[in-house]
């Protein structure tokens, strides 16, 4: 590379004519401005680097929000269908299942939460999804009948009153070109949940037995194993508890804070 030392070091008389001078004078100011050009390109180059290093910690910001962001859902779709070891039907239910329709072949069909659109007046049914069936308590010729048409049943409420229900089977598509399927008590159901007072959230449980006392021979019992606590509840259980932790002469004795459910014996 020319340096302009060397420039100028030079005189006329080293060239061998006027335009080979021009040439090298050409030649110094070319390197020079390409000397220039390197640290710009040097800093292009380092800005790119940086912008570079900037997206790719974005892109794993993102990546790593997508992933927290699927865990929370996932963690939400998880639903309390109640104890994991489902409680024994109560001594009253046997033995109303006993002495008023001489039942046998007890069997837990499902333990579930009550969601909004079992409450819901316009649906006017409950819920059994078959693949949370617990165990199985249809006859092959029930499933046969269940395909095109209802099927009387009997149930036994919480209050242990007895209603006569339809019951059938709903097949639904999904988007992923499969179907889901459910066994749904309907007809009265309305009446169930406002006499029960069932709400969103309670836990329940579906039980079945067979009678000969019916011509139809199959009968439900609905049991509410927790039941929802409702905004007054929750307010005179604080005022309770508030009263619990206040001693004789004002002094505070120490009080476990209520639980947000109550469990009904099962």
């Keep these: 590379m020319i340096t302009w030392k060397e420039l100028y070091a030079k005189k006329t008389e080293d060239f061998k004519d006027p335009f080979e001078m021009l040439c090298y004078v050409a030649e110094y100011h070319s390197q020079r401005i390409e000397a220039e050009k390197e640290p710009n390109n040097n800093r292009h180059k380092k800005r790119v680097r940086n912008q570079e290093e900037k997206d790719k910690d974005y892109e794993e910001e993102v990546e790593a929000e997508a992933r927290t962001s699927k ?13 994991d070891q489902p409680p024994n039907l109560s001594r009253e239910f046997r033995t109303e299942i006993a002495e008023r329709y001489r039942g046998t072949q007890i069997v837990l069909v499902i333990q579930k939460q009550i969601f909004k659109t079992d409450v819901n007046r316009g649906q006017n049914r ?14 092959e010729e029930e499933k046969r009948k269940l395909n095109d048409q209802d099927l009387s049943v009997v149930l036994i409420q919480p209050s242990l009153e007895s209603i006569e229900m339809k019951m059938k089977t709903w097949v639904m598509p999904k988007e992923n070109g499969k179907a889901s399927s459910s066994y749904v008590l309907k007809t009265k159901w309305g009446e169930v949940v406002k006499k029960n007072n069932i709400q969103i959230g309670d836990i329940v449980q579906l039980w ?51 639980s947000s459910h109550a469990l009904v014996s099962a």
Excluded: C, W
């Design 71 to 83: 865990q929370k859902k996932k963690r939400s779709r998880i639903i309390d269908n109640g104890p």
């Design 126 to 139: 409950f819920s059994v999804p078959a693949r949370q069936v617990i165990t199985e308590f249809l006859t």
């Design 208 to 258: 079945a037995f067979r009678t000969e006392m019916r011509k139809n021979t199959l009968g439900f019992a609905l049991v509410k194993i927790r039941r929802t606590i409702t905004p007054t509840e929750q307010e005179d259980e604080e005022e309770e508890e508030e009263e619990g932790r206040v001693g004789r002469g004002g002094g505070h004795y120490a009080a476990a804070s209520s």
